[in-house]
């Protein structure tokens, strides 16, 4: 069955009080890396049944939600002004694209679906409205990847509604684009000011020198998708299990790493893809926020995490025990201090920000901390947040939550091709059903 979702007004929203004009600014060195330099997708679902700070008047109406972001954005576009700008694209090769403060504004488009939020369930998996749909379409005048931000808000029949969110990673990172749309949320619930105040703080970034490289092989694989859920109680039993082994404590993160990383190893050898001594990757990025920027972290919403990778023979990974994956990466963990000290002082041979993208490499991003989860626009927290994460060249799993009212983890992944899904899959549905 098909949902006609028919989109009303496309415009640029501009910041409601004047920003510093004419500004170029320069971008730090982990913004600039060149693997970030692509369009983040996301959608957050909002049942909409009642404006909990709503003060309406005897004949007046309420205020759309399209409406109430949509001004709340241009607010919060004031704050954080280089958002409402456009980046500059280097004048010589070799050069560094930067951030020019126009004040042009962010895309924003407003759109009405002809069914409610219960009709698509909540965009629960699989979605049975596309994507596309509930994305903003990119503004004919302005390269996509030029634009810093679009949004796209659809009111369902229901009075729910879907904020379809398009942002580059090359001005912020998961938390820093978190940060900026709860300072919408703020607005859009009528306080004076953001809770947080935006620091850019660009310069603080380490910048330690490069060696030349060629760019990444990217070799395209044809990945299939999988999601599945995991309980707490499945989550609680493993972090005990770690507990008793090791007498120590993991987080559910960890074992959802661990277990997606082990059941995809044992699928790619079960099907004869990897040796026993053949050399298996996880890589998630950790927040570094703590370790790069002291005393001014707080606010911060440019890129700072570090790449933190887990090599292990195939077999160690298949064969053993899940805790026994857990402690690998939670040995990675604990050396994060020390390589970022390290790469800060280029001290590393190799950029551990130049990434591998290869079949024997798993990429895991984790969507349950950057603070989507908790923006409200005045109706709430979002009942449930879908990102896009996936991209042909690499083999990816991310981590987010199952739409409310469920409790627990979704892991939702591109990470094997077809002849490997059934085993994946099995080992998946395995362990979440506490087997």
């Known amino acids: 069955m098909g949902f006609a979702v028919t989109r009303t007004s496309k415009s640029l929203v501009v910041p409601t009080s004047p920003t510093p004009a004419g500004e170029t600014l320069r971008l730090s060195s982990l913004d600039r890396v060149p693997g970030l330099r692509h369009l983040v997708l996301s959608l957050h ?33 004031v704050d954080y002004y280089p958002f409402a700008g456009r980046f500059l694209e280097p004048e010589v090769e070799g050069g560094e694209v930067r951030v020019a403060c126009t004040g042009e504004g962010a895309w924003f488009v407003e759109a009405m679906a002809a069914c409610s939020l219960e009709d698509v369930k909540h965009l629960d998996h699989p979605m049975v409205i596309p994507k596309e749909e509930l994305l903003p379409e990119p503004s004919p005048d302005v390269p996509a990847l030029d634009m810093p931000l679009m949004m796209q808000v659809t009111e369902f029949t229901c009075g729910g509604f879907v904020v379809g969110l398009i942002s580059v990673h090359t001005i912020a990172d998961g938390l820093g684009a978190g940060q900026f749309i709860n300072a919408v949320g703020d607005y859009a619930r009528g306080l004076p000011k953001p809770r947080l105040s935006p620091v850019w703080a660009r310069d603080l970034i380490p910048d330690p020198p490069r060696m030349p490289a060629p760019p990444p092989k990217l070799e395209l694989l044809d990945l299939r998708e999988f999601t599945v859920d995991l309980t707490p109680d499945h989550i609680a039993k493993a972090k005990s299990d770690f507990f008793v082994s090791m007498g120590q404590r993991c987080s559910a993160f960890d074992v959802c790493v661990a277990k997606t990383w082990q059941s995809r190893t044992r699928a790619l050898r079960l099907a004869g893809r990897l040796a026993d001594d053949h050399p298996v990757h996880v890589c998630f990025f950790a927040n570094t926020r703590h370790l790069m920027l002291a005393g001014v972290a707080e606010g911060f919403y440019g890129n700072c995490f570090y790449p933190v990778t887990v090599t292990c023979s195939s077999a160690e990974v298949a064969a053993g025990e899940v805790v026994d994956v857990v402690r690998a990466v939670r ?25 591998r993208f290869t079949y024997d490499s798993l990429f895991v991003s984790d969507w349950t901390r950057l603070g989507f989860l908790e923006a409200d626009y005045g109706w709430g927290a979002p009942t449930h947040v879908v990102p896009f994460s996936y991209h042909p060249f690499m083999a990816v799993a991310v981590i987010g939550a199952p ?16 002849a490997h899904l059934p085993e994946f899959r099995d080992q998946m549905n395995a362990f979440a059903a506490g087997k």
């Not at 309406?56 to 949509?70: D, L």
């Open 403 to 418: 739409p409310a009212p469920k409790i627990g983890a979704r892991v939702m992944t591109m990470c094997v091709e077809e």
């Open 45 to 77: 679902a909002f049942d909409g049944a009642t404006r909990v700070d709503a003060a309406v008047g005897e004949g007046e109406v309420a205020a759309s939600p399209a409406r109430v972001v949509r001004e709340a954005l241009g607010k919060a576009l």
């Open 331 to 355: 040995d990675a963990k604990a050396r994060l201090a020390g390589d970022v000290a390290r790469w800060a002082v280029g001290g590393f041979a190799q950029d551990p920000y130049e990434l």
